[in-house]
Nanobody, 122 residues
Framework: VQLQASGGGLVQAGGSLRLSCEAS????????MYWHRQAPGKRRELIAI???????DYADSVKGRFTISGDNTKNTGYLQMNSLKPEDTAVYYC?????????????????WGQGTLVTVSS
């Protein structure tokens, strides 16, 4: 299974970006998808959670501005980021808890995608 994150870029403060995270491979189902970010000189932080069934949760720093969603038909998750601030500048990573198909039956694993850089200019 691979997770491919995309959609990062340079945007002015107040602008918007939408990140995508596409999962590929022998996927039976995606139980949950997460978005994290790591700003320069700071620890990686979890900012958004989306569980199958529709549960979502956000870090206080992004609540009300970011929206996480998923499309099960495409095995893809999204992070819509609005009202971006310079302090949102970071490398954004997606991860997912995925049920995969194996010869021994279904197994649940956590996977990470590569980061995508978001830069917000003031």
């Amino acid at each position: 299974v691979q997770l491919q994150a995309s959609g990062g870029g340079l945007v002015q403060a107040g602008g918007s970006l939408r990140l995508s995270c596409e999962a590929s491979g022998s996927i039976v189902s995606i139980n949950a998808m997460y978005w994290h970010r790591q700003a320069p000189g700071k620890r990686r932080e979890l900012i958004a959670i989306h569980r199958s069934g529709g549960f979502t949760d956000y870090a206080d720093s992004v609540k009300g501005r970011f929206t996480i969603s998923g499309d099960n038909t495409k095995n893809t998750g999204y992070l819509q980021m609005n009202s971006l601030k310079p302090e949102d500048t970071a490398v954004y990573y997606c991860s997912a808890n995925v049920v995969i198909s194996t010869l021994e039956g279904p197994y649940e694993y956590d996977y990470w995608g590569q980061g995508t850089l978001v830069t917000v200019s003031s």
